[in-house]
C-alpha cells in the first residue's frame, strides 16, 4: 500500500527553490551594481597593493625545502 505525503501548507505556499535562487541572485546583482566599494579604479588597486606590500621586506626567507612537495605533504601517507 502506497501513500502520498503532502507537503505541510505553509512549505506549500512558499516559492520554489529555483524561484527564490533567481531573485537572490537578481537581488544580489542589484546590490553589487549599486555598491562603490567593490570597485576598484587603478589608483586605488595599486594603493592597496602598496599597503600590502609595505612590510615585506620583514618576512624572512623560506628555505627551498619549506616549499617542497615533501614538506608539504609531510603528514599525508
Do not use: G, W
Not at 9 to 33: G, H, I, M
Not at 41 to 56: G, P
Amino acid at each position: 500500500m502506497k501513500q502520498k505525503l503532502a507537503a505541510p501548507k505553509s512549505l506549500s505556499s512558499q516559492p520554489k527553490v529555483p524561484v527564490l535562487a533567481a531573485e537572490l541572485l537578481d537581488k544580489a546583482a542589484r546590490e553589487s551594481a549599486t555598491s562603490e566599494d567593490t570597485r576598484y579604479d587603478s589608483s586605488r588597486l595599486r594603493e592597496f597593493l602598496a599597503d600590502m606590500a609595505q612590510f615585506s621586506d620583514r618576512i624572512p626567507d623560506l628555505p627551498d625545502e619549506a616549499l617542497s612537495r615533501e614538506s608539504i605533504y609531510c603528514d599525508h601517507n
